[in-house]
């Protein structure tokens, strides 16, 4: 019957991907339904997971509309434009710590027209930077101390007496990704230097472009900035402290407050909605554009993919939980390595690093995984670029008009998949390491 129940599990996870979008999450309901008749109970929805990325969204639209993304491009333009010659390692560098404080990459997609248009006037092939810089952005949400994942296994690791708290995930969890992304950033600006693939005319297809007419003339203007532009920014940025210093104060480490009338959870939800609230009042945002701004459209389309896959995956997991732990208990415990590479396959099929964590990490702890084992293989859950559908990988691929960076003609062979995969096995290296010093 498992055999069974995981064939349909994979055929309806490839449905959502060939339909793409909000596909993926009418897909992973078929898919519960079609489990449910063949004997598997539908786990927990992940509510809790969605309800954490909405209160994020909603206070990144508010500060989206009231200009204050349109203020972060400007200072990212303004930094790349300074540097040029290190394009290869700022680029990472900037998505890894934006989707790191906003605990959504969907603010780096405005920041990759800048990456192009930088890289073209320096006659710097844009691939590279792109495809780590893709990678930084989601291995920030694993490093994000307000994002659904890290909240949601910080809270199962502490309801579960395992020693380990908030914080300390974040120690171990922020360094790893940092490092992990930046060696991998470094590693390929020498290599591609030392092999001469970074210059741009040296590419055919740019050339070809260019005689055509195809490539667009740069466009150094920057965004006109509303008058709550930085206000906002300020606003959500505190709102992020807030939240950290609160979920610092309740945790069992610290036990600074050891009666909280909140957890974090609920923290996080109440100062988001807050923030968003604020910035509405204090910048005089429209409150009528949230809906149709970028990242709310793109956000809430993430949490319907999530509700669908998140559920088929806890679906299938709780229902075979018995049996995972019966013939894969001991493996898992004793080698490592494969639950990190179990990790990876699982999160390249579900889309998201929250439905990954949500579907995964708990059956992990229940069969008996150590939670520093957990904790260590926790990057792992940002491998969503091994498909080439992800909605990250296309926006970079439709932005870069030089023709540098492409899916190619077999699934997995773009760009994407080899930077991605060092930064992340670099980042669960780092995060093993880490564990051991952090508890």
């Known amino acids: 019957m498992i055999l069974a129940q995981f064939l349909v599990f994979i055929l309806f996870i490839v449905i959502g991907a060939r339909l793409g979008g909000i596909g993926v999450a009418f ?4 898919g519960v339904a079609v489990l449910s008749l063949l004997g598997a109970a539908p786990g927990d929805l992940p509510m809790q997971v969605i309800v954490f990325i909405m209160v994020v969204i909603y206070a990144s639209s508010a500060m989206q509309v009231a200009g204050g993304l349109d203020y972060l491009v400007n200072l990212t333009d303004r930094l790349l434009r300074a540097h040029p010659k290190y394009l290869a390692l700022l680029a990472p560098l900037v998505t890894y710590l934006l989707t790191l404080s906003a605990s959504t990459g969907q603010v780096s997609f405005a920041t990759m027209p800048v990456i192009v248009e930088v890289a073209k006037e320096n006659n710097i092939r844009p691939t590279r ?11 920030g949400i694993t490093a994000s101390p307000i994002s659904a994942a890290v909240v949601f296994l910080s809270t199962q690791l502490e309801k579960g007496r395992t020693g380990w708290t908030f914080i300390d995930l974040i120690l171990v969890s922020i360094p790893a990704t940092l490092l992990g992304t930046m060696a991998t950033a470094a590693f390929f600006m020498v290599w591609d230097k030392a092999r001469g693939n970074d210059r741009l005319d040296a590419v055919p297809e740019y050339q070809r472009r260019l005689k055509a007419g195809e490539i667009a003339p740069s466009k150094h203007e920057p965004h006109e900035l509303r008058k709550g532009a930085r206000l906002s920014v300020l606003i959500f940025l505190l709102a992020l402290v807030v939240v950290l210093v609160y979920s610092i104060l309740i945790s069992e480490k610290v036990g600074v407050i050891s009666n909280p009338v909140m957890d974090a959870g609920q ?5 988001m909605l807050a923030a968003a609230g604020a910035i509405l009042v204090c910048c005089q945002a429209d409150p009528k554009k949230i809906p149709g701004s970028s990242i709310f459209k793109t956000g809430m389309n993430a949490c319907a993919c999530i509700l669908g896959v998140a559920w088929l995956g806890t679906t299938f997991m709780t229902a075979n939980q018995a049996w995972i732990k019966t013939h894969l208990g001991d493996t898992l415990t004793s080698m490592p390595w494969i639950f990190a590479i179990l990790v990876i396959i699982a999160s390249s099929l579900l889309y998201s690093q929250a439905a990954s964590t949500k579907a995964l990490f708990p059956t992990a702890l229940a069969i008996g995984v150590s939670p520093a084992m957990v904790v260590a293989c926790f990057p792992a ?9 992800y909605p990250t990988l296309t926006a970079a691929v439709d932005l870069d008009d030089t023709g540098t960076t492409r899916l190619g003609t077999k699934f997995f062979d773009h760009p994407f998949l080899i ?9 669960v290296i780092f995060a093993f390491a880490l564990t051991s010093v952090v508890v």
Do not use: E, K, Y
């Not at 923290?267 to 100062?271: A, L």
């Not at 930077?419 to 980042?427: C, F, N, W, Y």
């Open 129 to 139: 930077s792109l495809s780590v810089a893709v990678a930084g952005s989601l291995l």
């Open 27 to 30: 897909a992973g309901g078929a």
């Open 267 to 271: 923290c996080r939800i109440s100062i």
């Open 419 to 427: 930077p991605g995969l060092m930064a992340t096995t670099l980042s």
């Open 381 to 389: 859950t940002s491998a969503l670029f091994i498909l080439p559908t």
